[in-house]
């Protein structure tokens, strides 16, 4: 049980257009969905958390007109990245948590996005 | 906030010798401490986890001790296999802020046959 798929695994695009990235809790219903973003050889950055129905919850330091977040129902959110430029390339893990997995947070396999 | 300092950075031991990953956390109302694997290019993956309630937990060659008082809590890897070799995060709850995890720096752990 606790399975996360994300989608897709790796994206390449041209500067200046926009990516989505899906994340969706297989079998089991997510309250909460958390996106990170990890650096080569770094840990995992929180930048959002989102709760169903709700506006997500940016940290400090990122843009959420940038790194747009929606969670419109308890087994899907997607992250778009718009207008997206060579700094943005990284690897973005999303996360989810639900009510019969208490605080365990289980995590999707991850997008690469290289943008050129 | 909560803030969770983890060592070493880097560890490499001998195939059957035992690894031991500790961290510190800073905010003494965190409950919940998860342990992460994360092979390279892949996603981290649950391995351990403890609550406050409990001291030691065990998992066959997987440990996590939890010592409160001192806010700080470790995991120990017995007979190591080429196949532990990852990077290990370890994570502490951030109370009242729906499940959000803190996590350390990670440990890159190399295991040498």
């Known amino acids: 049980g606790a399975v996360v798929s994300q989608h897709p695994s790796r994206v390449i695009c041209k500067s200046g257009t926009s990516v989505k990235i899906e994340c969706r809790s297989l079998d089991f219903q997510a309250t909460t969905m958390f996106w990170y973003r990890q650096f080569p050889k770094q840990s995992l950055m929180l930048m959002a958390t989102?709760?169903?129905?709700?506006?997500?919850?940016?940290e400090q330091g990122v843009e959420k007109d940038k790194f747009l977040i929606n969670h419109a129902s308890l087994t899907l959110s997607t992250l778009t990245v718009t207008s997206a430029h060579p700094e943005d390339s990284s690897f973005y893990i999303c996360s989810a948590s639900g009510f019969a997995l208490q605080e365990t947070q289980y995590f999707g396999p991850g997008t690469r996005l290289l943008v050129l | 906030g909560e803030n969770v300092e983890q060592h070493p950075s880097t560890l490499s031991v001998q195939e059957g010798d035992s690894a031991v990953i500790k961290c510190t956390y800073s905010?003494?109302?965190?409950?919940?401490f998860p342990w992460y694997k994360q092979e390279l290019g892949k996603r981290p993956q649950l391995i351990i986890d403890?609550?406050?309630?409990?001291g030691e937990k065990k998992d066959q060659r997987i440990a996590v001790t939890l010592n409160k008082t001192a806010k700080h809590f470790s995991l120990h890897i017995t007979e190591t296999q080429p196949e532990d070799s990852a990077v290990y995060f370890c994570?502490?709850?951030?109370?009242?802020?729906?499940?959000?995890?803190?996590f350390g720096g990670g440990t890159r752990l190399m295991v040498k046959p």
């Open positions: 989102s709760n169903e129905g709700s506006k997500a919850t940016y």
């Open positions: 905010d003494s109302a965190s409950n919940y």
């Open positions: 403890i609550r406050s309630n409990v």
């Open positions: 994570a502490a709850e951030v109370k009242n802020a729906g499940n959000m995890l803190t």
